[in-house]
Antibody
Framework: QITLKESGPTLVKPTQTLTLTCTFS??????????VGWIRQPPGKALEWLAV???????QYSPSLKSRLTITKDTSKNQVVLKMTNMDPVDTATYYC????????????WGQGILVTVSS | DIQMTQSPSTLSAFVGDRVTITCRAS??????LAWYQQKPGIAPKLLIY???TLESGVPSRFSGSGSETEFTLTISSLQPDDFATYSC?????????FGQGTKVEIK
């Protein structure tokens, strides 16, 4: 059974850097084709894909946020970390991590999400 | 970026109705499309991947079809548990993009 859980601060100040950790079980990021992605959802709005990292350490980012995002993995800890710099109130959202289905695609398992509020 | 446009934005229906939601891509994505169901305060749940493959455990009343730029999600007989928001996602080309969502409400 695959599980994921996001952790990190729920309140950050404008201009600060947000660091979120996704801790997972039930799969390994050493397995070919496996990936973990980050998606966010502002209150009442649509889902927005942020980044994905694969077993090979290939990384892909949303172009609109690429300059602010860094995604890394620690396979020994079964964790993926997302950093977002220069946080702004418009970045207030629920942040999810998810397991990318290796065959066929799609995000087949999601964390519960963490609501991050950006406010001074 | 590939834009994903869903219609309608909101849909009111009765239990038992057949419901169809459309998702259009601004350029061809083959069949690299997923559908998700989301209820308030809960993470999305994968229903369909590769445009028409039902995720394990998802009721057979859900089905997906389409290719290239036009896709549909159909619920053959709407059940009380199906009232939720449905979103499509393309994963053919980065950046992956989601549709804006379709809220299915009780009529």
């Amino acid at each position: 059974q695959i599980t994921l859980k996001e952790s990190g601060p729920t309140l950050v100040k404008p201009t600060q850097t947000l660091t979120l950790t996704c801790t997972f079980s039930g799969f390994s990021l050493n397995t070919p084709e496996v990936g973990v992605g980050w998606i966010r959802q502002p209150p009442g709005k649509a889902l927005e894909w942020l980044a994905v990292i694969y077993w090979s350490d290939e990384k892909q980012y949303s172009p609109s946020l690429k300059s602010r995002l860094t995604i890394t993995k620690d396979t020994s800890k079964n964790q993926v970390v997302l950093k977002m710099t220069n946080m702004d109130p418009v970045d207030t959202a629920t942040y999810y991590c998810g397991h990318r289905r290796p065959v066929g695609g799609g995000i087949d398992s999601w964390g519960q999400g963490i609501l991050v509020t950006v406010s001074s | 970026d590939i834009q994903m446009t869903q219609s309608p934005s909101t849909l009111s229906a009765f239990v038992g109705d057949r419901v169809t939601i459309t998702c259009r891509a601004s350029q061809s994505i083959g069949t690299w499309l997923a559908w998700y169901q989301q209820k308030p305060g809960i993470a999305p749940k994968l229903l369909i991947y590769k445009a028409s493959t039902l995720e394990s455990g998802v009721p057979s009343r859900f089905s997906g079809s389409g290719s290239e730029t036009e896709f549909t999600l159909t619920i053959s007989s709407l059940q009380p548990d199906d009232f939720a928001t449905y979103s499509c996602q393309q994963y053919n080309i980065y950046p992956w993009m989601f549709g804006q969502g379709t809220k299915v409400e009780i009529k």
